[in-house]
């Protein structure tokens, strides 16, 4: 098959049978990627003899970098939530902006708490403050935990970190120091529109929610992942609960030593980046810079730290970090194996000549290269239900694309990344994760999260596309 309408509508064909094995059928995100490859592979007569091999090349090359970026990652947030970080964050926000400001004060914790976690396992750590925060100020629970949750999927999907985002930074060859400096300029504004900016406009859909005590937090709010999904998110949903396992000693960590271990190694990239511009990377200097830099390195350092910082510092000993740093790595499996699988899937898509049609298809149209990445992520996300694989298929379908408009590859990055943020609904874990916590019905939380998600995807894409001007 080599006409470019018939290779298109093998893609289309291969994305609803990604949708149907997913939603439907229920198969993890990974089994579901490896099938539709392998579909693809066969319609397009790829050489049987090849077809293993690309799918496996294409795993190696995209887990070779992210399985300790990953892994390193999971140590960190791990470290946070043990220490009673999180809480010393929630708090100290709380101070700075006072009660009646807790929405923009949770939406700040999100954007921050959540660098080196998951969306569902930072919303289960984080979500009883939402309870006590809420009382406090005499708001909503919604009101509280809508801003969270959006933070949440916001970081999730533009600022590495974390895997989806550090996956299509390397697919598309963006810089990740700068992916992250655009990234904070994209996300902050989006999360705040679509968390306390749609929580004050949009009164009337959070009225019917009713305040509970802080004790209704500790308790089981159902079974989310009943109703949910089997892909990335939901593999981090069934692990929540087993995760988050906090028991906050009686001496908090500061504010000062949690924020700087969160935030070090984005400080550790983004100085990398920043240096490189005054600096030849290709001297000695440069070389030690970039090394350094790099983000294994660079999160490697971050963990050391955070033993230090959130373990030792706080009365933990060797043992003790030794068994938070084992327990760290159950929730990653189900997402490296989403994410390996969509790198085989990105592949075959290359290798069958798909990918590079649409690349021709879509350059025809009289549209900006930027909406149609956003576009693409976004209706991934609401088919699929997994952020995580619709970057990974964006990013693959995007590729060809983005080399004959010109347009910088930390650009596309994050308008992938703002796409996949929007249309949050019932084919997301994280969906009823919030609705089942939140004790609130389904329309209210299409009315809240999925609304609030929206908004929050198109600020962003409007964010990068005033940025697109300059880079």
């Keep these: 098959m080599t006409s470019t309408a018939g290779l298109v509508a093998v893609l289309l064909l291969a994305i609803v049978l990604i949708v149907f094995l997913i939603v439907k059928l229920k198969f993890h995100g990974s089994i579901a990627l490896t099938v539709a490859a392998l579909a693809v592979a066969l319609v397009t007569q790829v050489?049987?003899?090849?077809?293993?091999?690309?799918?496996?090349?294409?795993?190696?090359?995209?887990l070779g970098f992210l399985v300790l970026v990953i892994g390193f990652g999971a140590?960190?947030?791990?470290?946070?939530?043990t220490s009673g970080g999180a809480e010393?964050?929630?708090?100290?926000?709380?101070?700075?902006?006072?009660?009646?400001?807790?929405?923009?004060?949770?939406?700040?914790?999100?954007?921050i708490a959540g660098i080196p976690v998951f969306v569902e396992v930072g919303f289960v750590l984080l979500v009883p403050l939402v309870f006590v925060v809420a009382k406090a100020a005499g708001l909503s629970r919604v009101t509280v935990g809508l801003p969270l949750a959006i933070s949440l999927m916001t970081v999730h999907c533009i600022l590495p970190p974390h895997p989806a985002a550090t996956a299509i930074a390397g697919t598309l060859g963006a810089d990740i120091g700068m992916v992250i400096l655009m990234g904070l300029i994209v996300g902050i504004p989006a999360a705040l529109a679509g968390g306390p900016l749609y929580g004050r406009l949009g009164r009337r859909f959070f009225a019917a929610v009713e305040d509970v005590e802080p004790e209704d937090a500790t308790g089981t709010p159902g079974t989310p992942t009943d109703n949910g999904p089997t892909g990335s998110g939901a593999v981090a949903t069934r692990t929540a609960t087993r995760v988050v396992e906090k028991q906050a000693p009686k001496v908090l960590p500061g504010f000062g030593i949690t924020l700087l271990t969160i935030l070090l190694p984005l400080l550790i990239m983004v100085a990398k980046t920043i240096a490189h511009l005054f600096i030849d990377p290709d001297s000695t200097a440069g070389l030690v810079i970039g090394f350094i830099g790099n983000p294994i390195v660079a999160l490697l350092i971050s963990v050391l730290f955070a033993y230090w910082s959130l373990g030792l510092a706080q009365g933990s000993n060797l043992k003790q970090i030794s068994e938070i740093t084992d327990n760290s790595f159950g929730p990653i499996g189900g997402v490296l194996l989403i994410i390996g699988a969509g790198g085989g899937f990105n592949a075959v898509l290359t290798a069958s000549g798909v990918a590079p049609a649409l690349a021709d298809a879509l350059s025809a149209l009289p549209v900006s290269p930027i909406i149609l990445a956003w576009l693409i992520a976004i209706i991934l996300h609401f088919a699929v239900g997994s952020a995580t694989v619709a970057m990974i298929s964006a990013?693959?379908?995007?590729?060809?694309?983005?080399?004959?408009?010109?347009?910088?590859?930390?650009?596309?990055?994050?308008?992938?990344?703002?796409?996949?943020?929007?249309?949050?609904?019932?084919?997301?874990?994280?969906?009823?994760?919030?609705?089942?916590?939140?004790?609130?019905?389904?329309?209210q939380s299409i009315k809240t999260l999925?609304?609030?998600?929206?908004?929050?995807?198109?600020?962003?894409?409007?964010?990068?596309?005033?940025?697109?001007?300059?880079?």
């Design 395 to 443: 990013a693959g379908i995007v590729l060809p694309m983005m080399a004959a408009s010109g347009i910088s590859p930390e650009i596309m990055t994050l308008a992938i990344g703002a796409g996949a943020i929007g249309l949050t609904q019932v084919t997301d874990s994280l969906f009823w994760m919030y609705q089942s916590y939140m004790k609130i019905s389904v329309q």
């Design 75 to 81: 140590v960190l947030g791990k470290m946070l939530e």
């Design 88 to 111: 010393r964050l929630a708090t100290s926000l709380l101070d700075v902006f006072g009660a009646r400001r807790a929405p923009v004060a949770m939406s700040f914790l999100g954007l």
């Design 450 to 471: 999925t609304v609030g998600t929206t908004i929050a995807s198109l600020v962003a894409l409007v964010m990068v596309l005033l940025l697109s001007l300059f880079f």
């Design 47 to 62: 050489p049987l003899g090849e077809v293993v091999t690309v799918i496996e090349d294409g795993v190696g090359g995209t």
